[in-house]
């Protein structure tokens, strides 16, 4: 049985940072491309970052230059790395690889 559990969420200060992490297990996704996603109350999910197989990523223009996508395929995961984040970052951040998500993990900025 495959799943995708996300960790890493909380309450952060305007400014402020938070490492993702989503951890696969029952498959081996090394050469699938891993994807975030984020959905914030009353709008719809959206994209936030991908990576590629090979480790090339892409942002969405929201979010490019303050968040960093990698992943580790010895450890099937992946991360984001989210700096500067402002209160309309609050979300839900989900992980999807293929055509599996996690349960998401709660973002929440506020001071």
């Known amino acids: 049985q495959v799943q995708l559990e996300e960790s890493g969420g909380g309450l952060v200060l305007p400014g402020g940072s938070l490492r993702l992490s989503c951890v696969a297990s029952g498959r081996d996704f090394s050469t699938f491309p891993m994807h975030w996603y984020r959905q914030a109350p009353g709008k719809e999910r959206e994209f936030v970052a991908g990576i590629t197989r090979a480790g090339s990523p892409v942002y969405s223009d929201s979010m490019k230059g303050r968040v960093a996508i990698s992943r580790d395929n010895a450890k099937n995961a992946v991360y984001l790395q989210m700096n500067s984040l402002q209160p309309e970052d609050t979300a839900v951040y989900y992980c999807?690889?293929?055509?599996?998500w996690g349960q998401g993990t709660q973002v929440t900025v506020s001071s």
């Open positions: 999807k690889i293929y055509s599996y």
